[in-house]
């Protein structure tokens, strides 16, 4: 674990115990990419500050949920901020537009090129972004960083919803097959 | 080894990448709480997506945020408020009806009970009535006399017991709004009190009043 994982770890551990100083520091510490993280989905300041606030409660009281083994501290900060922003944007939203049943999709199995590449090289999710089609890894970065929908998406590429959801589907399969194999 | 199908693994792939709409992400949030082998699998993705966050550089929020936030966490904590006095106000009731009728078109009421609060400045500059419709959970406004200084907003606020005040929106500078209340709101409005405070263009920051209370009313039961 790095020296900030761990400084970051320190303090979630703090937290739970209801450390208020610990819990100002941990929000030094990270709010800045929480923030930033905000305000990529909902491109709106006042919304994101909301959900920010919103996420430092949240992890106020749920600080003892993190568990080490699981993620990283600063992965898990990232998620529950996720999570609740997303949560948020779709909210919004809601009935813009819900999803059909998904169409199903056949496993490829590992690329056993691309097994082989990562069981040397241990490559991370960069590398197996450069696997993907360029218009297919855009989408991908579109919708986790910019919180882009998928009708947004459809949009944006000129096909039908259920095309879209099923290009990012059997991308998201190929990420993980290159993944973990 | 695991025991989804592909298309579980994708659904929480979708999940962790934020695709899916509102109604279906919880409808997997339900699963997450109950399905231990999905609810790992969801953990992968997020672990595995993680890294695309390294693309957003930091940014820091603004003062006021924190200051919001450990008045809202410590409530106990001393602080600056305008709000130390308020405590003994939802005993001085004003419960003015005519006030309802103060500013040309009358405000519609429903069937069902109906609440009302009428807000005047000392100087009677400001006036602000709200009148609550309790079964449909809105709340219409009409809002009359000066508007606020350039710059500024009048922000409506709703307090119940000794919780830090909740923030109902910023209000129009004149005419009448509708409002609904969000149904966790809802059964504060039965014993609360409005109140109105001058803040900064577009609202509060960090959605704790800072500025100076303009006026204050009981919701009354009409």
Redesign the interface.
């Not at chain 2, 962790?16 to 992400?25: K, V």
């Given at each position: 674990m790095s020296t900030q994982a761990a400084d970051l770890a320190d303090l979630l551990a703090r937290v739970a115990l209801r450390d208020r100083s610990a819990f100002k520091a941990l929000y030094e510490a990270a709010s800045p990419k929480l923030f930033a993280i905000c305000l990529s989905l909902l491109k709106d300041r006042r919304e994101a500050e909301d959900a920010l606030q919103e996420v430092f409660v949240k992890i106020w009281h749920g600080a003892d949920r993190f568990a080490p083994d699981l993620a990283s501290p600063a992965a898990w900060l990232n998620t529950v901020t996720r999570n609740h922003a997303i949560d948020r944007l779709r909210a919004l939203r809601s009935g813009s537009y819900t999803l059909d049943a998904a169409e199903q999709i056949a496993d490829p199995g590992p690329d056993p090129e691309a097994t082989a590449i990562t069981s040397s090289e241990g490559r991370r999710i960069e590398g197996c972004m450069e696997g993907l089609m360029p218009e297919r890894a855009e989408a991908v970065r579109l919708a986790y960083v910019e919180g882009e929908s998928y009708l947004e998406l459809s949009e944006r590429y000129s096909v039908p919803l259920n095309t879209m959801r099923s290009w990012l589907r059997r991308s998201l399969i190929q990420l993980r097959n290159c993944l973990s194999p | 080894m695991t025991d989804l199908s592909?298309?579980d693994?994708?659904?929480a792939?979708?999940y962790?990448?934020?695709?899916?709409?509102?109604?279906?992400?919880g409808t997997v949030a339900a699963r997450i709480g109950r399905d231990a082998v999905f609810a790992a699998e969801v953990?992968?993705?997020?672990?595995?997506?993680?890294?695309?966050?390294d693309?957003?550089?930091?940014?820091?929020?603004?003062a006021a945020?924190?200051r919001?936030?450990e008045g809202?966490?410590?409530a106990e904590s001393p602080r600056p408020s305008p709000w130390r006095w308020i405590a003994a106000a939802g005993a001085l009731s004003t419960a003015m009806l005519a006030a309802v009728l103060w500013f040309g078109a009358p405000l519609a009421t429903g069937p069902g009970p109906m609440w009302v609060s009428d807000m005047v400045s000392e100087d009677g500059s400001v006036r602000l009535a709200a009148l609550y419709d309790e079964d449909r959970g809105e709340m219409r406004v009409s809002v009359g006399g000066e508007a606020p200084p350039e710059g500024r907003d009048f922000e409506l606020w709703l307090i119940a017991g000794e919780a830090a005040p909740i923030s109902l929106g910023v209000m129009p500078e004149a005419g009448q709004a509708a409002m609904p209340i969000p149904e966790d709101l809802r059964p504060l409005m039965l014993n609360a009190t409005l109140a109105i405070t001058d803040e900064p263009a577009?609202?509060a920051?960090?959605?704790v009043a800072t500025g100076p209370v303009v006026a204050l009313a009981a919701l009354r039961r009409i």
């Open positions: - | 592909t298309d693994i994708a659904l792939g979708e962790a990448l934020g695709t899916l709409d509102h109604a279906t992400r953990a992968l993705w997020e672990a595995r997506l993680d890294p695309l966050n693309a957003l550089a930091p940014v820091a929020p603004p945020l924190w919001g936030l809202r966490l410590f577009g609202g920051p960090g959605g």
